[in-house]
């Protein structure tokens, strides 16, 4: 298992380099109307955010249920418009960016999602999932992209064999592994993991976790892990940003995070993770 | 092959129970078709119970169940007292004529539906979509019947449509073309108003159907892969809508029949509607059954038929 400490990369290297990902100011508001009156209310997902994320480094974006983190996310992978603030790729603000714009932006960022069930077309084989990226971006012909659906299959350790299998007949870990297969598929500079590894079993996620690290090793990815289990956080993550009631209340490394947690909601989620340990502790004893 | 053999089974146990069902019910009226005539002086008691004991009616109804069941394996579905004739060619005819009426307004009310669902799921909570919930809701409430008499009150005001029957007096000295397009003219109002009544249910399937596999997180990744918005709704998100929507079309077709027996009987379309009803008044109990087992037959021939269309769509029920 990768531990946080164990990355290459001191922590002093890590913020000379310019970001891959800038995100400043970012705001969402969602305004709603009631029916038969103008009357308008709005709610604050999250406001005034402000992100760096480096090439082969993984952020981790924490907080409770409703803290505005998945919102956050597809903000960032572009799902959804922002209300205000900026998201720069090397430096180009997307957000200023037209749909025809966006297009070629749109794979060079990734999202994998929590449930992998439903991120899954249904009606498709895993084969054409794996390449229905690639169509969408009109890359190369057919043939190919069959052959680098086999070969991206292999890269997450699923059987080739089972190309022409629909995600109904995988389990959960394998299409999980599908879905990575998938954002894998356009090479992109930034996957966003939307709890992605909640749904899954100890023995699986430890597994994936494996696999991510070792494909973020070779293909140097940058990671923005939302969760709220913060022990997988300990072992995944450079560094944690902490979200409350939509704003970031506290930003570390993630052993400077765990050592010495400055906001009280921080200190609450810390020690959530080890009442369960005592438990567990308890128990083994 | 098991799944379509026990689909099979299902259904000729239904259509049997239906039949002993609409017996039953039948025998349970007061009367029969001659009692009517008991009411003349100019006919003996007599020749009365002679005419009952011709047709049968003076035996016990397990006795005329097995002699009609005895009919439908002859294929002519007993004999009807009014005509004095078999049941089958009757409702023949009758039946051609009204599976042209719902087969194109079943056609009409989907190629309307089906647009306007995914177009208001596409634009959900817009105005556009907003006014389509008016009149999809508008039309629900209004009783059929009402809607009928008004698309007759339309054809007769204005005269742009006939306002009965199937057919000009004329049908045939014309050529084929405009047997055609007088067949057509005859066709478009009852087709149309059956359309509107089965519509506005279709349409909120197919929009809440269509909607609930739009949020879904496949359908937003494939955004994030930038596909294009027309793409995601036909090629992604039609085929999976489509299951639910393909067991709605089995249930529309019930809906199409039972408005379609009220249509019939109002525009004067001479379908099994107008037979069923005089039947029902004159207590021609052959007919009445034969028309019931016709009308559950196109109900259970749709369901199957819709199943089938299931069985090819979904590979889940597939490995079942």
Known sequence: MIRADSRPNSSASLHAAEPLLRVTGLCKQFVQRRNFSRQQFSVNAFEDVNLQLFRGRTLALVGESGAGKSTLAHCIALLERPSEGTIALDGTDLLALDTKGLFPIRRRI?????????????????CEIIAEPLAIQNVSTKKERHERALQLMDQVGLEPAAAQKQPFEFSGGQRQRLAIARALALEPDVLILDESLSALDALNRDLILQLLADLQAVRSLAYLYVSHDLRLVSQFADEVVVMYQGRIVEQKKTRELFARPAHFHTRELLATVHSVESILLERSA | MRYFARRLAHAVLLLLGISVFSFALLQ??????????????????????????????????????????????????????????????????????????????????????????????????????????????????????VLFLALLLLAVRTGWFPTGGMISAEFNDLNFWSKVKDLANHLLLPSLGLALATLPPLVRHIRSAMI????????????????????????????????????????????????????????????????????????????????????????????FFADMLLFAADPRIRME
């Open chain 2, 28 to 145: 349970l009226a007061p009367g029969d078709f001659f009692s009517s005539l008991q009411l003349n002086p100019q006919i003996s008691s007599r020749t009365v119970e002679a005419l009952r004991s011709q047709y049968g009616l003076d035996k016990p109804l397990p006795v005329r169940y097995g002699s009609w069941l005895h009919s439908v394996l002859k294929g002519d579905l007993g004999t009807s007292f009014a005509y004095n004739s078999p049941v089958a060619p009757l409702l023949a005819l009758r039946a051609r004529n009204t599976l042209l009426l719902t087969g194109t307004a079943t056609l009409l009310a989907w190629l309307l539906a089906i647009p306007l669902g995914i177009w208001s799921a596409a634009h959900r909570g817009e105005w556009g979509d907003r006014v389509g919930g008016v009149m999809t809701s508008t039309l629900l409430i209004v009783p059929e019947l």
């Open chain 2, 212 to 303: 609930e596999v739009l949020d879904s997180p496949f359908i937003r990744a494939a955004r994030a892969h930038g596909i294009a918005e027309g793409r995601v709704l036909l090629r992604y998100a039609l085929p999976v809508a489509a299951n639910p929507l393909i067991s709605l079309f089995g249930f529309s077709i019930a809906t199409m029949l039972s408005a379609g027996l009220l249509v019939e009987v109002i525009l004067s379309w001479p379908g099994i509607g107008p037979l069923l009803v005089d039947a029902i008044l004159a207590k021609d109990t052959y007919i009445v059954v034969g028309t019931v087992m016709l009308s559950s037959v196109f109900l259970v021939a749709g369901n």
């Open chain 1, 110 to 126: 990734q999202l994998i999602f929590q449930d992998p069930a439903s991120a899954l077309n249904p009606q498709l084989t895993a």
